[in-house]
C-alpha cells in the first residue's frame, strides 16, 4: 500500500497554475525526491500535503485514508525551507515546546531529544538561545525537532544547505536510518548529486506540470545515449568502427558511442581481433544533472514561440 497517494492536485494562485494536475505515489519506506527548477510548485505541492493549503482540486490519500489535516499532521514532520526557529528561546525548551505542539507530553519529549541531543553532540546547547547558534547548528535542530515525534512521513525540504560536509553526513545517515525503520521521507532539493545518492523514486516538475516520474536507476537507463568509457592500448588511436562512433579521446581513455543494434560484445569481438588491450569498458549514464537540464531546456524551447508571443 501506497504511504501517500497524491491525485490530480490543482492550487492555483490568480491566474497563476503553480500546481496543474499532479500525481503520485508514494510507498512506506521510501526516499522521494521532489524536484524542478525554481517555480515550478515544489513549495505549493509541499504546503498541500503538510496541510497547509487546501488543494482547489484533487485527492490526497494518506495512509489508505483522505488526508485529514487536523489529525494526519501529527504523522507528518515537515522541515520548510525557510526556517522557522524563536531566536530568542533556549534551544532545549524550544525543542520541547516543538515536540509538544505535535502531540508529546513533556516527559516523553525530554527523554527522546536528550537521546537525540546525544547522539548529535548537541548537549551543551540546552541552554543556549537560538539566535547564539550557527546556521548549519539550528539546521541540525530543525532536523531534530522535525522527526522527534516519530512520524511516518517526514518532508525535508533542502535538509543540507548549510550544512559542512560532516554534519551533512550525520544527518544523510539518519534518513538512510529513518527509512531503513519504515518511514517515507520526500527529499526537496536543487542539488541533483544529493537525489541521485539518496532517492529511490522521483518526480520531477516543471510549471506546475509532472514530467517525469520513476525510481533513479529507471530513469537513468530511459535516457541513456549508449556511450562508454573505454581504456584501451591501441598504438596509433582507435581504429574507425562501423559499430561505434570516437566522440573524445584522451591518451588511452576514449568515450564511445554506439552505433546501431548497441551490441558491446560485438564492439570488444572487434577490437580484441584488431590486436587492441583492453583494460576497461564502462557504460556511462546520463546524470539526473543532464537528464533535469535536458528536460527542462527541451519544455523551454517548446514554450518559447508563446513566449515571444507575450513579449
Ligand atoms: P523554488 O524552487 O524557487 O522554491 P517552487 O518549485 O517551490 O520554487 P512555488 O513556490 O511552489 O515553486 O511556486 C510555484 C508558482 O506559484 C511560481 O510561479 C510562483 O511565482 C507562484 N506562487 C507561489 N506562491 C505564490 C503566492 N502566494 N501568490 C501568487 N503566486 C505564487
Same mark, same amino acid.
Given at each position: 500500500m501506497a504511504l501517500l497517494e497524491v491525485q490530480h492536485l490543482k492550487k492555483y494562485y490568480a491566474t497563476q497554475k503553480a500546481v496543474d494536475d499532479i500525481s503520485f505515489s508514494i510507498g512506506a519506506g521510501k526516499i522521494f525526491g521532489l524536484l524542478g527548477p525554481n517555480g515550478a510548485g515544489k513549495t505549493t505541492l509541499l504546503r498541500m500535503i503538510t496541510g497547509i493549503f487546501y488543494p482547489d482540486e484533487g485527492n490526497i490519500i494518506f495512509e489508505g485514508q483522505p488526508f485529514e489535516p487536523e489529525k494526519d499532521i501529527l504523522r507528518i514532520g515537515y522541515m520548510p525551507e525557510e526556517r522557522g526557529l524563536y531566536k &530568542?528561546?533556549?534551544?532545549?525548551?524550544h525543542a520541547i515546546y516543538l515536540?509538544? %505542539? &505535535?502531540?508529546m507530553s513533556r516527559s516523553e519529549a525530554l527523554e527522546k531529544i536528550k537521546s537525540w541531543f546525544e547522539r548529535f553532540d548537541m548537549q551543551s546547547w540546552w541552554n543556549k538561545k537560538v539566535e547564539d547558534l550557527s546556521k548549519g547548528m539550528q539546521q541540525k535542530l530543525q532536523f531534530v525537532t522535525t522527526v522527534l515525534h516519530e512520524p511516518s512521513l517526514i518532508i525535508l525540504d533542502e535538509?543540507?544547505?548549510g550544512l559542512d560536509p560532516v554534519n551533512a553526513n550525520l544527518i544523510k545517515e539518519e534518513i538512510y536510518? %529513518?527509512?531503513k525503520k519504515g518511514c517515507t521521507i520526500i527529499f526537496s532539493t536543487h542539488r541533483m548529486e544529493q537525489v541521485e545518492e539518496i532517492c529511490d523514486q522521483i518526480v520531477l516538475v516543471d510549471k506546475g506540470k509532472k514530467i517525469l516520474d520513476g525510481d533513479v536507476a529507471g530513469v537513468k537507463e530511459a535516457f541513456k545515449e549508449y556511450k562508454y568509457r573505454l581504456l584501451a592500448e591501441a598504438p596509433g588511436g582507435l581504429p574507425p568502427s562501423s559499430l561505434y562512433e570516437v566522440l573524445a579521446a584522451n591518451g588511452s581513455a576514449y568515450t564511445i558511442q554506439l552505433n546501431g543494434d548497441h551490441d558491446t560484445n560485438a564492439i570488444l569481438g572487434e577490437l580484441i581481433a584488431r590486436g587492441i588491450g583492453i583494460k576497461g569498458f564502462n557504460e556511462i549514464l546520463p546524470s539526473l544533472n543532464d537528464i533535469f537540464i535536458r528536460l527542462v531546456n527541451d519544455r523551454q524551447s517548446t514554450t518559447r514561440p508563446f513566449q515571444n508571443h507575450i513579449a
Open positions: &530568542k528561546m533556549k534551544i532545549g525548551e515536540a509538544q %505542539l &505535535k502531540g535538509p543540507f544547505s536510518g %529513518l527509512a
